[in-house]
């Protein structure tokens, strides 16, 4: 775990969600990643909303870290929604050429539930 404490992941039906309020350097962003790919498989869920609302910046470092989680996350069987990304990083991102293919991003917590539930309900009407 990191010095600033766990980050929580939360179970919210067959979803998980979390909330990343402190910076992912080197260490803290290992244990985020090995934190979540375990509650996966203990909880089963196939869904992953990671909610950034709560970071002020976010760097090529941050994204990849979030967009490597959001992958192995799906190789788990969870699809993965980043939330509360803020336009200046949106912007920053983009002017640095990184765009975090694999991941899908929405608006906040709400909306990436919503977009998971929806999928999940469709997925189990066409199997």
């Not at 909880?43 to 470092?61: F, K, M, P, S």
């Not at 949106?90 to 929405?106: F, H, K, N, Q």
Request: glycine share 8%.
């Amino acid at each position: 775990m990191n010095a600033h404490g766990p980050i929580p992941i939360l179970r919210v039906g067959s979803n998980l969600l979390t909330t990343v309020h402190i910076d992912l350097h080197d260490t803290v962003a290992e244990a985020f990643q090995q934190d979540v790919l375990l509650a996966i498989e203990r909880t089963g869920a196939t869904g992953l909303v990671i909610d950034i609302t709560g970071l002020e910046e976010v760097d090529t470092y941050v994204a990849r870290i979030l967009a490597d989680t959001g992958r192995m996350a799906k190789l788990m069987g969870a699809q993965t929604v980043v939330v509360g990304m803020r336009p200046e990083v949106a912007a920053t991102l983009i002017r640095m050429g990184y765009m975090m293919e694999g991941v899908e991003t929405a608006l906040d917590v709400d909306e990436g539930l919503t977009l998971l539930i929806e999928r999940q309900a469709k997925k189990r009407r066409s199997t």
